[in-house]
């Protein structure tokens, strides 16, 4: 079975700031995969970042990084620069072996608030 | 690229009715689409995968005659809502993974609220 743990029910970050959100994981698999996505209060699930867990380095998009400690099990989102538009839940996602049947399995969220 | 678009996004029926949830993948082929169910303030809860040409396959406690999937196409699969109650009032949503992404990367749909009156 798979878990995510998202420790963080809520952040707080001041513009321009940058910011870590936590995310560990639990999983039996070999291989897996970890996801983050936004959603701002429309309610769309807005894909940020993916880390294979074989990948050699850190996985960056834009201001979006994920440092990924495959020893420690986690896998957090480092939002640099943050901005007004960055307030939202933020969800930890992790899929399994590849194929058919693999699935996504979410954590609990964290939600972001960036400050003026 | 990988946009997924659902239809409707907002709709308020009558209890006792049915409701049909469109989700489509639009510059993709998605052999593989999921119907999700969120609660207020709380994480999505898959409901069941669709497969496109087979039967789709249910979460435990997911009513499969309740909540009826249609994968007919590699971009469209839709969820139909059948005699609705007001416990079936959520957020669903959809998601679409590209058949050719090694990650097997789920994009998302922007949701449709349900309100059975």
């Known amino acids: 079975a798979q878990k995510i743990t998202q420790t963080q029910p809520g952040m707080f970050v001041q513009e321009k700031e940058a910011v870590t959100l936590d995310c560990t994981y639990d999983?039996?698999?070999?291989?897996?995969?970890l996801f983050w996505y936004k959603q701002p209060s429309s309610g769309e699930m807005i894909f940020l970042i993916y880390?294979?867990?074989?990948?050699?380095q850190n996985a960056t998009e834009g201001r979006y990084s994920l440092n990924f400690q495959k020893a420690r099990k986690s896998a957090n989102l480092v939002i640099s620069a943050s901005q007004l538009g960055d307030s939202a839940m933020y969800f930890c996602?992790?899929?399994?072996?590849?194929?058919?049947?693999?699935?996504?399995?979410f954590g609990t969220g964290t939600r972001l608030q960036v400050t003026l | 690229g990988a946009v997924v678009s659902q239809h409707p996004s907002r709709v308020i029926c009558k209890s006792g009715t049915s409701v049909k949830i469109e989700c489509r993948s639009l510059?993709?082929?998605?052999?593989?689409m999921f119907w999700y169910r969120q609660f207020p303030k709380k994480s999505l809860m898959l409901m069941a995968t669709?497969?496109?040409?087979?039967?789709?396959?249910?979460e435990q406690g997911v009513e499969k005659d309740k909540f009826l999937i249609n994968h007919a196409s590699l971009t469209l699969s839709t969820l139909t809502v059948t005699s609705a109650h007001p416990e079936d009032s959520s957020f669903y949503i959809c998601?679409?993974?590209?058949?050719?992404?090694?990650?097997?990367?789920?994009?998302f749909g922007p949701g449709t609220r349900l309100l059975v009156l």
């Open positions: 999983t039996s698999d070999p291989s897996y995969g």
């Open positions: 510059d993709f082929q998605a052999t593989t």
């Open positions: 880390q294979g867990s074989y990948d050699q």
């Open positions: 996602a992790m899929r399994g072996v590849t194929g058919t049947a693999s699935k996504l399995t």
């Open positions: 998601s679409a993974r590209d058949s050719g992404d090694r990650a097997e990367t789920q994009y």
């Open positions: 669709s497969n496109e040409g087979s039967k789709a396959t249910y």
